[in-house]
């Protein structure tokens, strides 16, 4: 089985006949989305609700994580919304994320809390899977590295001055959930990669102020992204 995590602009998944399914963890319920039929073998999990109605910072990511291991995903692929901060990836643009720095703070971003499950450190240092990643480009060589993605806790957008950090400590791009669902991935031994798109430049960089690019940009990606995807799943 695998799976398509979706986020900001893609909270459904098109073109693929699903059924609804909740999926009960022990960290709560889970909605998500069960392939039929010929895409019997994919589930679209929209993490933020499939009404966007769940914040960033207050995304069950250990629920959802655990209801794709419970349902035997073995590969995702996460779609993520950033700001730019450098030009590698400009708003409107798609690439695969190489590296992440983790900013965010009180979230329940690990599932080893001590107890029977022991001391668990989990390896880091080859975050995405470099299959799906060589499926990936082959299937679209024009796909972008868009670097390192810093995720910051949100919800409010970061000032100026935080750019300019973010940018001096290596940053690419922003946005507010990848670190904190890689690392669960990771955790629950499921092979990732991640998509980011961006949607504005970060504060600061190249407008006084931020600007989002439009919903019908978004769509259009959002349609691309997700065929990709599914391209890409299925034939693994
Ligand atoms: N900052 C943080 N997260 C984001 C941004 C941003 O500018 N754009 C989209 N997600």
Not at 120 to 131: C, I, L, P, R
Request: net charge negative.
């Amino acid at each position: 089985m695998k799976a398509i995590i979706g986020g900001t602009g893609v909270d459904t998944l098109e073109g693929i006949d699903s059924e609804r399914q909740v999926v009960n963890t022990p960290y709560g319920d889970v909605a998500l989305f069960v392939g039929k039929g010929k895409d019997a073998s994919l589930v679209f999990l929209p993490r933020h609700g499939s009404d966007h109605s769940i914040l960033p910072h207050l995304i069950n990511y250990r629920a959802n994580v655990k209801a794709l291991e419970i349902l035997g995903v073995t590969h995702a692929i996460g779609i993520y919304a950033v700001g730019s901060i450098t030009e590698k990836l400009a708003p409107g643009k798609v690439g695969l994320v190489s590296d992440f720095v983790d900013l965010s703070s009180g979230r329940e971003h690990t599932f080893y809390t001590g107890g029977e499950r022991g001391v668990v450190h989990t390896s880091m240092d080859e975050v995405f899977d470099a299959t799906l990643k060589a499926k990936i480009l082959k299937e679209d060589e024009s796909l972008l590295d868009s670097g390192v993605y810093i995720c910051t806790n949100g919800p409010r957008l970061e000032t100026p001055a935080e750019i300019r950090y973010l940018r001096c400590i290596g940053g690419d791009i922003v946005g507010m959930t990848l670190a904190t669902e890689v690392s669960l991935l990771r955790e629950a031994n499921i092979s990732t990669l991640a998509l980011a798109y961006s949607i504005n430049w970060a504060a600061g960089i190249e407008h006084e102020h931020v600007t989002f690019i439009t919903d019908e940009q978004i769509a259009s990606l959002k349609g691309s992204m997700t065929e990709l995807c599914c391209n890409v799943l299925q034939s693994s």
